[in-house]
């Protein structure tokens, strides 16, 4: 009977491939870019026309190799995934590390792997690249620089690997009918289909050499079907985690797949990664380029089989439950699970082993009745303890005065150049800045130094009219650090600051604002956080309290990990009222046009979960959280409490569930409003009413209604992320879960 339910249980947790269809894998990952011990890099010279064709990124040779970190843990962890949530065959996936990442091998390799003779059309494709990205110098292109992967051999002065290059070997592969997606971790990769650098950055300097060649100027492969996500944009730098373990756009994406339904289409995973990914670095901003039929299916292009159970394999060490499964990669510590089935034995989480194991104790029930194949499903969820913002505010400041004698003194360059009085406002981007570092220190593109504060001393350093300076002062030492609650005071950049305090001399006094590492205008439009709070004077910075609580509060929406669900279909649209025409995720709307909030679904998905018996309606709660960290409840309306909100409404007699189900009444009509930039929507579904919904609206600081009746668990932990009530797990119940959408909002032309 054993074998027969472990049998069973392999079915469920792993599931089969379609008939005949064949997953291959290849996934790079090079930390190791340094030469080895005794040799030298070789110096790669700049061509004599870099300057001119690449005017505002002066030609450097490209002699410096920096290792990175967490690049191999990447595609590590990305293969766990694969093969552990996804049921891929061990002996397809075939990995590229470190040094064996050469140039020649990855090209090879990629021919070999994915696009074998023996690939057959409906074959899976996945490729994924971890390491430094870059650029290379091209007469012959557009904008004179090719994006490019950074081989490991780079330092013999071999060539990078151009778009150009990868775009071929994906159009080859389309060209025989395989199934397509390329996934990459790297500086510049938001163009890879189609100066010295901040530690954690996967950024070399640009290949000065012309490559001369117009190259591959045929349709991109996402044009023909590929699935192209890229962890940046194709003008940013892509970051590490603050330990340098992984990437923070794979530590994102690794742990969406992880809790996502199986199946979950690519746009959607792909929202719930940038909301997790820019709550850790608020302007990097990730990009997914595919046809509108490629990006709603899954991310590798076919449906998974992964069960949503755990199975007991065997007891560990200290007499603990070791459980199995791919919902082990979803669980934290203290989560806890029910065996299906009789007599009832609940476990309790103790430690998550990796993605697909955790060891439990057993806390209700006769241990011994468990057998080896009994599966456990989901019966009590704890969310982790909140995660601090950081915010650096400078230590051993000087004192007021002194700081204001420094403003004074810097007074008559405002006529003389440009002076950026706000890094985010328009055309705003400095050359140079003087920032106060224990001494006053002015920054360019090629390094610091130290620096009198005063007109004559600047004026000399720059030597020219066309800087773009920002003076950026230090709070005065008489002020304590303005943080408190789940706010936590840094005190250098090497703790990745998710904020820094800026400050600014304006019409005769001093000012500061919490602004973003590297928030340009650009960068601000697409950033889901705050990319500045208002600037405030001495007289009221307490309000920079407040403002930090706030962008804790939202940061930690953006970081919510909620139970897996995959018996409640439904995501989130917006409808045109006057066009009918549906937006999704990562869509811009315009100013003033008009919306109805609508609940899509796979039909065939959807008829399937009835036919199981396994669609459950759930109370559904959609709020938007504004650019400005302020939250408005738009489906159910506040004055009606949990009226209308369980749905789908499948009584008896109603008939099948619909495909599409629109919010609230036919005048129930959201118009698009000041201000603009990235709103992020938020789809809370939850099996239970949660008693008082004025929790999910809130200013940043305060929730706007107060709590009556009993305490329920869910709304508790709702009320509590982002502030200091959140220091420990804090449990909810087992069936709620929240899927996060990005919405760019413009303004409309005048």
């Known amino acids: 009977m054993d074998a027969v339910r472990q049998a069973l249980t392999l079915a469920l947790l792993v599931g089969s491939l379609a008939a005949g269809e064949t997953r291959r894998v290849l996934l790079i990952g090079i930390n190791e870019y340094a030469p080895p011990a005794g040799e030298s890099a070789v110096e790669i010279k700049a061509d004599p026309r870099a300057g001119d064709l690449v005017p505002d990124r002066p030609p450097r040779t490209r002699a410096s190799f920096r290792n990175l970190h967490g690049a191999v843990n990447d595609a590590r962890e990305m293969r766990l995934v694969l093969v552990e949530r996804f049921g891929f065959a061990e002996g397809d996936v075939r990995m590229l590390e470190d040094r064996a990442a050469t140039r020649e091998a990855i090209l090879r390799t ?110 991109s492969p996402q044009e023909r079907g590929a699935l192209i996500v890229s962890s940046t944009q194709s003008n940013q730098e892509a970051k590490e985690t603050t330990d340098g373990s992984h990437g923070v756009f794979t530590w994102a994406l690794a742990r969406v797949l992880s809790t996502s339904a199986p199946g979950a289409p690519a746009e959607q995973v792909f929202q719930q990664t940038r909301a997790l990914l820019q709550s850790e670095v608020s302007w990097q901003e990730p990009v997914i380029a595919g046809g509108a039929g490629r990006i709603r299916a899954s991310l590798i292009g076919l449906p998974s089989e992964a069960g949503d159970y755990m199975a007991m394999r065997g007891v560990a060490s200290g007499g603990k439950l070791l ?96 002076w950026i009085d706000d890094p985010t406002a328009a055309g705003a981007a400095p ?51 303005p943080a408190e609650g789940a706010v936590r005071v840094v005190d250098s950049d090497a703790a990745r600051p998710h904020y820094a305090l800026a400050g600014r001399w304006r019409e005769g006094r001093l000012e500061y604002a919490w602004i973003a590492p590297d928030a340009t205008e650009d960068v601000a439009s697409r950033m889901s956080l705050p990319a500045r709070t208002d600037w405030v004077t001495l007289d009221h910075v307490t309000r920079l309290k407040e403002y930090a609580v706030r962008i804790a509060k939202l940061r930690a929406w953006l970081a919510l990990a909620s139970p897996p669900a995959s018996s409640f279909p439904y995501t989130l649209a917006l409808r045109n009222v006057q066009t009918g025409e549906e937006r999704v995720g990562g869509a811009t709307v315009t100013e003033d046009e008009e919306y109805r909030l609508t609940l899509k679904a796979d039909a065939a998905d959807l008829r399937k979960l009835e036919d199981d018996g396994r669609l459950s309606p759930r109370f559904v709660y959609v709020f938007s959280i504004d650019r400005q960290g302020r939250s408005t409840l738009l489906f159910p309306p506040l004055s009606a409490g949990n009226d209308g909100n369980r749905l789908p409404k499948i009584d008896e007699g109603s008939g099948p569930a619909p495909a599409r189900i629109e919010l609230g009444g036919p005048n129930d009509t959201l118009r698009i409003a000041e201000p603009f930039g990235v709103d992020t929507y938020v789809l809370l579904a939850t099996q239970t009413a949660i008693p008082n919904p004025g929790v999910l609206e809130f200013d940043g600081v305060e929730t706007k209604a107060v709590r009556r009746g009993a305490a329920d668990p869910l709304e508790d932990l709702l009320a509590g992320l982002g502030t200091d009530r959140r220091r420990g797990p804090a449990p909810a119940p087992a069936r709620w879960t929240v899927t996060r959408y990005s919405f760019r909002s413009v303004a409309k032309r005048r």
């Open 110 to 219: 990629i021919s070999e792997q994915l696009a074998p003779a023996a690939a057959r059309k409906g074959d899976v494709a996945l490729l994924y690249f971890a390491g430094h990205g870059s650029q290379v110098l091209n007469s012959k292109s557009r904008e004179h620089l090719d994006e490019s992967l950074v081989p490991s051999d780079s330092w013999r002065g071999v060539p990078d690997i151009r778009n150009k290059e990868i775009a071929r070997l994906l159009n080859a592969m389309v060209d025989r009918g395989l199934i397509v997606t390329f996934i990459a971790d790297s500086c510049h990769s938001g163009s890879i289909a189609r100066g010295a650098h901040p530690a954690g950055s996967r950024l070399l300097e640009y290949d000065p050499r012309d490559a001369n060649d117009a190259g591959y100027t045929g349709p």
């Open 323 to 418: 459980l199995e499964g791919a919902m082990a990669a979803t669980l934290n510590p203290e989560c806890e699970l029910e065996r299906r089935g009789s007599p009832t034995v609940r476990v309790r989480v103790t430690r998550v082993v990796n993605l697909t194991a955790v060891e439990a104790e057993v806390v209700a029930g006769p241990s011994a009745s468990v057998a080896r194949g009994d599966l456990f499903e989901l019966a009590r969820w704890v969310v982790p303890a909140n995660d601090a913002l950081r915010v650096l505010v400078q230590p051993k400041r000087p004192p007021r005065a002194e700081i204001e004698r420094v403003a004074k003194a810097l007074e008559p360059l405002r006529g003389e150049l440009a």
């Open 431 to 481: 050359t140079h800045v003087l920032r106060w570092d224990g001494d006053w220190v002015l920054e360019t593109t090629q390094g610091r130094s130290s620096v009198r504060p005063d007109a004559a001393s600047i004026r000399a350093r720059i030597g020219g009219t066309k800087a773009r300076l920002l003076v950026d002062l230090p709070l005065p030492s008489e002020f304590d650090p």
